[in-house]
């Protein structure tokens, strides 16, 4: 049964914002009160009524008419305006102030691209910070909230910062920042002042709220990764999968080892493989030192595992045949033949009986489940009979054609106690 979640909705404090002006005013829809709107609608029925009888007089009124003037139809004379005289000063004057205006929003435009082309501007970064963060105004101060009670948090820490505009001093460095944000959380007697805060900017090469969004965003990284992976260790019974994650991580940095194993057959094959987990990104590094990078998509690091599964199946039939005396013919792990793999490519193997009288050819897919086949082919073959173009005994050795074997029902307990049942009921001891 599904458990219920409480979920906390809160309204928004402040009213909507209808415009915000050069001088960073806010101006705000005020609501309407309930009386308001009550009166507002007493006032529409009274206005409906008073047009409604408004038409019913005028209706009567013109029914009286023509009962009376016996008038169906009047002739009205076209009222002719005389032309107002306009002074030629006035017009001149007019068009004079109107080209002024027009130049005074040329130059103020002009100077603001000039201040875009010194350096940054301190309204695009705090729009673009509005962007990322709920900002309001309260009196002269800007003040930003770093909390999620909106998204129905009850962290009641409330996570206040306040954002002003930098000094000439402040603005240096390789990234200058004409937004100065101010974090009271690091308050206390270990907080830090101004010059260190100033000093691990310059560092980092990064701002304040820049390295919080980034671990943020690295913890967000680092859930999905591991939902991930517990996922694939519940659904895939064979091979097993196991991560282990450091415990000396960074905030911005961590990583987990991979390990894929068979239960009963650990000291024959053994797949790892090191996931480094940033902020947006994934790196693979594979036990043969093939490194590969995936975006944030859940979906890439799901193919890698179930693919890296595949060949872990193939790589530990291949040392189990070594153990039992058996001989490889082929192993590929791009395999070219069949439909085509959504998720990677097929692999597959062929070994021999030590006599090399039995062959047996296995194929693993991603579909998206792993899905495998087993095929076995006798030599010599059980009916061989001569003709007059094949004479000779030594052609019944060619072997006959591959029998699919139901991999289901097999006994066995996982892929390789299968297989292992399997090559040891097909070895023959030469007599």
Sequence with gaps: MAQSVSVSVEAPI??????????????????????????????????????????????????LNIAKEKHYLVLYPVLIHEAIEVKPMAVVYARKKALGMAGNILISGAERLKRLDNGPDFQIELLRLRQNWRLKKVSDN????????????????????????????????????????????????????????????????????????????????????????????????????????????????????????????????????????????????????????MSYEPQELRDLILQQNCQHQISGLQNLSRCMAWQLLSNSNHLGIGDVEPLGNANSILISSPLGDRVIAVQVRCDPQIVVKVYVLHSPKEFFTSGPLVQGKHWENLGSEFKEVNFEKMEGRNFLNKMEFLMAALTKIKE
């Excluded at 309930?34 to 007089?57: C, G, P, S």
């Excluded at 910062?161 to 007697?189: C, Q």
Aim: with cysteine; glycine share 4%; aromatic share 6%.
């Design 142 to 293: 800007i003040i930003g909230d770093l909390s999620f009670r909106t998204a129905g948090s009850k962290f009641m820490h409330p996570g206040n910062f306040e954002v002003s505009k930098a000094d000439e001093s402040e603005m240096k460095g390789p990234n200058p920042s004409t937004l100065s944000v101010t974090i009271p959380l690091l308050a206390g007697p270990h907080s830090y002042d101004r010059h260190e805060l100033w000093e691990i900017t310059k560092s980092q090469n990064q701002t304040l709220l820049e390295q919080i969004i980034a671990q943020a965003q690295h913890v967000f990284m680092r859930k999905r990764t591991q939902y991930v992976l517990d996922t694939l260790a519940r659904d895939v019974k064979d091979p097993q999968i196991t991560s282990h994650w450091n415990a000396l991580n960074s905030p911005t940095l961590s990583w987990v080892k991979i390990n894929i194993t068979t239960h009963g057959y650990d000291t024959i094959t053994r797949t790892s493989l090191v996931i480094h987990v940033k902020e947006r990104s994934l790196k693979a590094i594979c036990r043969d030192g093939r490194v590969m990078h």
């Design 14 to 63: 402040e009213n909507q914002i209808l415009s915000i002006d050069y001088d960073e005013t806010e101006k705000r829809i005020k609501k309407k009160s309930k009386q308001f709107n009550l009166r507002q609608i007493h006032l529409k029925n009274i206005l409906n009524k008073l047009k409604e009888a408004y038409t019913e007089v005028t209706v009567l009124h013109d029914v």
